[in-house]
């Protein structure tokens, strides 16, 4: 071995141990918990209370790759001894999101101001949000999808809220100090069930009384349309292809269970799988023969009619969909279908109702007849 | 040979129309080429998808095959292609501008704003390199002009992916993966008639393209005027190239691989006969590639199966020609 | 045949040389200078590839500049020095390629054309090569070929840039003798550029010398040695 490395290596230690990465926990400050939270239709996390700790453990849901993420809150003074590194004490003031529907939940909860680093700012379309997130000088801490280290770093996050996706991505925050918290409220696989993560978001903010509150109302209105909902004994098929290929969502995901909800049937029958099928075009436009409904969301400019979508693909006039006119479109420029959305499940059910005329008295928000 | 190969094209192109997720009998498939109609409104339309999918892949296909057998002899470089002068990446460019640029909204394939800024992005290219060609006479620099072009404009590509948005993205990224799909009525007759008006002419390559295999200084001994015949080769490869690139994403390896087959492959050196063949293969190639695309159900992006098939090909011909070839 | 009137060549802003008058009719002419001279240039010049020049050269009693590229094809051909193809040509492949200039826009061979590749072959004695790979013959065979390419050519004038350059010593022997033969047996001019003095007087009709700035012209075989080491003083 080269000699010479070693007082460098030495030195670089040093430099090393003089960086503090993290602040050591506080083990006097308690969590502030208003409300108890249950968890009745979510999959992907759990809530459970021990005696000093509540402990809320997400993972993964069914045959998903796996993965598994626990955070702890101290509910009454421990002994430093018991503070592992799951533990985090005190109320959290500066939260970071790497997806904008955390945003949609925290703003649900008013807890926007929490917000100091969120990647993709641009997909919000929510004017409101984004003054206020404009107001509060929130970071984009994303460049072209990749989280930047010194951006986050900067901000100086309590807890960063991260996708799932890979594992060493979180080795890699935690090797910059900077403490994460797996989100996959999107692998849920019913509108209630996304919409009840609001519940863990209520546990991270203090809030989990109001967030019981909402989550309820909602719950019982989304309830009440399905009670109300007729059988109308309709097949539809979703959105549109990108040349040959055609992603269609699963039997299983949660907007197509939304929509089956409405008294639709799904053209197709689940496979077992939970991520999107790519199905070839021309299989597509055979099966469109047959599908009653064509239920859309995409990016469209506004004002976009059934004219326009049927000059995009002659044979789209051939869809029984079209010739019944029952196209219902989503466009998710103009609407903020995939942010507020999110938390909004019995408006985006009842826009469906009205589109397939089950109910009426209803301004649609995200989904409508294409006309 | 040729008579052979036209036989690979008709039996590529029939099995095209009949293979498919959609299985449509024989019988019905006649019925509806000869104008009649059957019992599912949509397969008249998949049947015309399937026929002009193939005719895209057929005048693709030449095309590309084309460009690259007149860079290679051009450039007396086995290894040049339609991509080498940076021309597909001038297309793509101009694509790309449109695709990811912030147009606000997501464009469509078909769109003409997209085929109008592909053909604007080739024809930069070609006219910079034309600037170019005026002070530089060697082949070579030019090709390395070209390949440098090339980088330019795909970090340039790289850059304005930041300021996309997803759908933007995934959009270009398949366009990117090439294919022969999707291309309405109107658009093919355009492509194919500019590719046809592309072959035609290239004729007037034959004898320069004859005389050039002894390098330029011979060519112009035997009669060339080599300032036409590279006006000739850029003109004739860069449209041919970019209108390929702009209805079929940047596809790539036909353009490399046929030549050296059809050098391995046919005997006579006149590109009288070269030329021919290489429109065949290549279309035989590109109809080939597509339908491995359809067995796979669309899973295979056309560019991969274009590399399988490609670029074992490459490999063989290089080997096998590495003797033989100057 | 080829006449030169007050020429004045030169390469950028360096004058190369000066020719008064200069008639050619026939036979082999060697075409000698140092290195940086001017040969090449010169026989750029010949082909109207070079337009720094003064004076004129008139083929056939027409100016170089006023024949069609077509034309004067099928009056000059020329023999670089370094042999190349690029592809598998077989040697008939090869010269064929000769008859270019004579070919229609689709480069359709004639029977005349292959009548004149087989002469060809016969005078230089490859007749038993026309099924050969080009590229697997030696540099001495390849350079016979392209000589054999300008001959199907042809042309009543040969422009040779040091068509030895990359021969051995046997094959630079049997070069020379060879463009002897050909010369006397075509009745074609034929100028060539060498270094190679040793057959030079054996086989040279002429010698034009370039020294001095100053291109000369000599027809007396005998003297030739003597005048180009006179000319360079290395006597």
Same mark, same amino acid.
């Given at each position: 071995?080269?000699?010479?490395?070693?007082?460098?290596?030495?030195?670089?230690?040093?430099?090393?141990?003089?960086?503090?990465?993290?602040?050591?926990?506080?083990?006097?400050?308690?969590?502030?918990?208003?409300?108890?939270?249950?968890?009745?239709?979510?999959?992907?996390?759990?809530?459970?209370?021990?005696?000093?700790?509540?402990?809320?453990?997400?993972?993964?849901?069914?045959?998903?790759?796996?993965?598994?993420?626990?955070?702890?809150?101290?509910?009454?003074?421990?002994?430093?001894?018991?503070?592992?590194?799951?533990?985090?004490?005190?109320?959290?003031?500066?939260?970071?999101?790497?997806?904008?529907?955390?945003?949609?939940?925290?703003?649900?909860?008013?807890?926007?101001?929490?917000?100091?680093?969120?990647?993709?700012?641009?997909?919000?379309?929510?004017?409101?949000?984004?003054?206020?997130?404009?107001?509060?000088?929130?970071?984009?801490?994303?460049?072209?999808?990749?989280?930047?280290?010194?951006?986050?770093?900067?901000?100086?996050?309590?807890?960063?809220?991260?996708?799932?996706?890979?594992?060493?991505?979180?080795?890699?925050?935690?090797?910059?100090?900077?403490?994460?918290?797996?989100?996959?409220?999107?692998?849920?696989?019913?509108?209630?069930?996304?919409?009840?993560?609001?519940?863990?978001?209520?546990?991270?903010?203090?809030?989990?009384?109001?967030?019981?509150?909402?989550?309820?109302?909602?719950?019982?209105?989304?309830?009440?349309?399905?009670?109300?909902?007729?059988?109308?004994?309709?097949?539809?098929?979703?959105?549109?292809?990108?040349?040959?290929?055609?992603?269609?969502?699963?039997?299983?995901?949660?907007?197509?269970?939304?929509?089956?909800?409405?008294?639709?049937?799904?053209?197709?029958?689940?496979?077992?799988?939970?991520?999107?099928?790519?199905?070839?075009?021309?299989?597509?436009?055979?099966?469109?023969?047959?599908?009653?409904?064509?239920?859309?969301?995409?990016?469209?400019?506004?004002?976009?009619?059934?004219?326009?979508?049927?000059?995009?693909?002659?044979?789209?006039?051939?869809?029984?969909?079209?010739?019944?006119?029952?196209?219902?479109?989503?466009?998710?420029?103009?609407?903020?279908?995939?942010?507020?959305?999110?938390?909004?499940?019995?408006?985006?059910?009842?826009?469906?109702?009205?589109?397939?005329?089950?109910?009426?008295?209803?301004?649609?928000?995200?989904?409508?007849?294409?006309? | 040979?040729?008579?052979?190969?036209?036989?690979?094209?008709? &039996?590529?192109?029939?099995?095209?129309?009949?293979?498919?997720?959609?299985?449509?009998?024989?019988?019905?498939?006649?019925?509806?080429?000869?104008?009649?109609?059957?019992?599912?409104?949509?397969?008249?339309?998949?049947?015309?998808?399937?026929?002009?999918?193939?005719?895209?892949?057929?005048?693709?296909?030449?095309?590309?095959? &084309?460009?690259?057998?007149?860079?290679?002899?051009?450039?007396?470089?086995?290894?040049?292609?339609?991509?080498?002068?940076?021309?597909?990446?001038?297309?793509?460019?101009?694509?790309?501008?449109?695709?990811?640029?912030?147009?606000?909204?997501?464009?469509?394939?078909?769109?003409?704003?997209?085929?109008?800024?592909?053909?604007?992005?080739?024809?930069?290219?070609?006219?910079?390199?034309?600037?170019?060609?005026?002070?530089?006479?060697?082949?070579?620099?030019?090709?390395?002009?070209?390949?440098?072009?090339?980088?330019?404009?795909?970090?340039?590509?790289?850059?304005?992916?930041?300021?996309?948005?997803?759908?933007?993205?995934?959009?270009?990224?398949?366009?990117?993966?090439?294919?022969?799909?999707? &291309?309405?009525?109107?658009?093919?007759?355009?492509?194919?008639?500019?590719?046809?008006?592309?072959?035609?002419?290239?004729?007037?390559?034959?004898?320069?393209?004859?005389?050039?295999?002894?390098?330029?200084?011979?060519?112009?001994?035997?009669?060339?005027? &080599?300032?036409?015949?590279?006006?000739?080769?850029?003109?004739?490869?860069?449209?041919?190239?970019?209108?390929?690139?702009?209805?079929?994403?940047?596809?790539?390896?036909?353009?490399?691989?046929?030549?050296?087959?059809?050098?391995?492959?046919?005997?006579?050196?006149?590109?009288?006969?070269?030329?021919?063949?290489?429109?065949?293969?290549?279309?035989?190639?590109?109809?080939?590639?597509?339908?491995?695309?359809?067995?796979?159900?669309?899973?295979?992006?056309?560019?991969?199966?274009?590399?399988?098939?490609?670029?074992?090909?490459?490999?063989?011909?290089?080997?096998?020609?590495?003797?033989?070839?100057? | 045949?080829?006449?030169?009137?007050?020429?004045?060549?030169?390469?950028?802003?360096?004058?190369?040389?000066?020719?008064?008058?200069?008639?050619?009719?026939?036979?082999?002419?060697?075409?000698?200078?140092?290195?940086?001279?001017?040969?090449?240039?010169?026989? +750029?010049?010949?082909?109207?590839?070079?337009?720094?020049?003064?004076?004129?050269?008139?083929?056939?009693?027409?100016?170089?500049?006023?024949?069609?590229?077509?034309?004067?094809?099928?009056?000059?051909?020329?023999?670089?020095?370094?042999?190349?193809?690029?592809?598998?040509?077989?040697?008939?492949?090869?010269?064929?390629?000769?008859?270019?200039?004579?070919?229609?826009?689709?480069?359709?061979?004639?029977?005349?054309?292959?009548?004149?590749?087989?002469?060809?072959?016969?005078?230089?004695?490859?007749?038993?090569?026309?099924?050969?790979?080009?590229?697997?013959?030696?540099?001495?065979?390849?350079?016979?070929?392209?000589?054999? +390419?300008?001959?199907?050519?042809?042309?009543?004038?040969?422009?040779?840039?040091?068509?030895?350059?990359?021969?051995?010593?046997?094959?630079?022997?049997?070069?020379?003798?060879?463009?002897? +033969?050909?010369?006397?047996?075509?009745?074609?001019?034929?100028?060539?550029?060498?270094?190679?003095?040793?057959?030079?007087?054996?086989?040279?009709?002429?010698?034009?010398?370039?020294?001095?700035?100053?291109?000369?012209?000599?027809?007396?075989?005998?003297?030739?040695?003597?005048?180009?080491?006179?000319?360079?003083?290395?006597?």
């Amino acid at each position: 071995m080269d000699l010479k490395i070693i007082p460098l290596t030495i030195s670089v230690f040093i430099l090393h141990a003089c960086v503090q990465h993290q602040s050591p926990l506080e083990s006097n400050q308690v969590h502030e918990i208003s409300d108890t939270i249950k968890v009745e239709y979510a999959e992907g996390f759990e809530v459970n209370y021990t005696g000093n700790f509540i402990q809320i453990i997400s993972h993964s849901i069914a045959n998903n790759s796996a993965f598994a993420d626990t955070l702890e809150f101290p509910t009454a003074k421990v002994v430093p001894d018991l503070v592992g590194e799951n533990v985090l004490a005190g109320q959290i003031e500066n939260i970071a999101c790497q997806s904008s529907t955390h945003v949609a939940f925290l703003s649900t909860l008013k807890s926007i101001d929490l917000v100091a680093g969120l990647c993709g700012m641009e997909y919000v379309q929510n004017s409101e949000i984004n003054t206020t997130l404009a107001e509060n000088n929130v970071a984009e801490i994303c460049a072209a999808e990749q989280v930047d280290m010194e951006v986050l770093q900067k901000i100086n996050t309590d807890l960063f809220l991260i996708y799932p996706f890979e594992t060493e991505g979180k080795a890699k925050y935690d090797a910059a100090g900077i403490r994460t918290f797996f989100i996959a409220e999107y692998l849920e696989q019913t509108a209630l069930a996304r919409l009840e993560w609001i519940k863990l978001f209520g546990l991270i903010t203090g809030k989990s009384k109001e967030a019981n509150v909402y989550f309820e109302k909602a719950e019982s209105e989304y309830l009440s349309l399905i009670r109300a909902t007729k059988q109308v004994d309709s097949k539809f098929i979703l959105n549109l292809p990108y040349k040959e290929s055609w992603f269609m969502p699963s039997a299983n995901s949660m907007i197509v269970n939304l929509i089956e909800d409405a008294g639709l049937t799904y053209y197709y029958p689940s496979s077992g799988i939970t991520e999107n099928e790519t199905r070839s075009t021309e299989a597509v436009w055979n099966d469109a023969m047959y599908a009653d409904y064509w239920i859309i969301m995409a990016s469209r400019p506004v004002d976009f009619s059934l004219a326009d979508l049927l000059t995009e693909e002659p044979v789209y006039k051939e869809f029984l969909s079209v010739k019944k006119n029952q196209v219902i479109f989503c466009n998710t420029a103009t609407s903020d279908y995939f942010v507020q959305g999110v938390v909004e499940p019995q408006i985006i059910l009842k826009d469906i109702l009205l589109a397939t005329g089950q109910v009426s008295n209803h301004q649609p928000k995200y989904f409508s007849l294409l006309k | 040979m040729l008579a052979l190969g036209l036989s690979a094209i008709a &039996l590529l192109f029939a099995l095209n129309l009949l293979l498919g997720d959609v299985s449509i009998p024989v019988s019905d498939i006649f019925t509806l080429l000869s104008g009649g109609e059957v019992e599912n409104n949509s397969w008249s339309y998949i049947i015309e998808s399937r026929l002009n999918r193939s005719i895209v892949a057929i005048f693709s296909g030449a095309a590309l095959a &084309l460009s690259g057998i007149i860079l290679q002899v051009y450039f007396r470089n086995p290894l040049a292609g339609p991509g080498v002068l940076g021309i597909t990446s001038g297309a793509s460019l101009g694509v790309a501008f449109i695709m990811l640029g912030g147009v606000g909204v997501v464009s469509f394939f078909g769109q003409i704003g997209v085929i109008v800024a592909g053909i604007l992005g080739a024809v930069s290219v070609l006219f910079l390199l034309l600037l170019v060609s005026k002070f530089i006479h060697n082949a070579v620099t030019l090709l390395v002009i070209g390949l440098m072009f090339g980088y330019f404009t795909s970090a340039v590509i790289d850059v304005l992916f930041l300021w996309a948005d997803l759908d933007e993205t995934r959009a270009f990224v398949i366009w990117g993966m090439g294919s022969f799909e999707g &291309l309405q009525t109107a658009d093919l007759l355009l492509m194919c008639g500019i590719i046809l008006l592309a072959i035609v002419s290239s004729a007037f390559l034959i004898k320069p393209m004859n005389a050039l295999v002894l390098g330029s200084e011979y060519a112009s001994s035997l009669g060339i005027n &080599l300032k036409v015949t590279k006006y000739l080769v850029i003109l004739h490869t860069g449209v041919m190239a970019a209108i390929v690139t702009v209805y079929c994403g940047p596809i790539s390896f036909i353009g490399v691989a046929v030549p050296q087959l059809v050098r391995l492959i046919w005997s006579s050196k006149n590109h009288f006969i070269q030329i021919p063949a290489t429109l065949i293969l290549g279309a035989a190639l590109a109809l080939l590639a597509d339908l491995i695309v359809r067995v796979s159900g669309n899973t295979l992006p056309l560019n991969t199966v274009t590399a399988l098939i490609g670029a074992p090909i490459i490999i063989y011909t290089i080997i096998k020609l590495n003797k033989k070839i100057a | 045949m080829l006449e030169l009137i007050d020429i004045s060549i030169s390469a950028g802003s360096k004058k190369l040389f000066d020719l008064e008058k200069l008639q050619l009719q026939k036979g082999v002419i060697a075409l000698v200078g140092r290195n940086g001279s001017g040969k090449s240039t010169f026989i +750029r010049t010949l082909l109207g590839e070079h337009a720094a020049y003064k004076g004129a050269v008139n083929l056939n009693g027409k100016n170089i500049d006023e024949i069609t590229a077509g034309e004067k094809a099928k009056l000059i051909s020329v023999v670089y020095s370094r042999p190349q193809i690029f592809g598998n040509h077989r040697v008939d492949d090869v010269l064929l390629l000769g008859r270019l200039p004579h070919q229609n826009l689709f480069s359709k061979a004639s029977d005349e054309d292959f009548e004149k590749v087989n002469q060809i072959k016969a005078l230089l004695k490859i007749d038993s090569w026309s099924e050969k790979s080009f590229q697997i013959l030696s540099d001495g065979e390849k350079q016979l070929v392209m000589i054999g +390419r300008a001959l199907v050519q042809d042309t009543p004038v040969i422009l040779m840039d040091e068509p030895a350059a990359f021969l051995d010593i046997v094959n630079r022997y049997e070069l020379s003798v060879l463009l002897k +033969r050909i010369a006397d047996q075509t009745g074609k001019l034929i100028i060539c550029s060498t270094h190679q003095l040793d057959r030079i007087e054996s086989d040279c009709d002429g010698l034009l010398l370039i020294a001095h700035q100053k291109m000369n012209y000599y027809n007396q075989p005998t003297e030739f040695l003597k005048t180009i080491n006179t000319a360079f003083g290395i006597l």
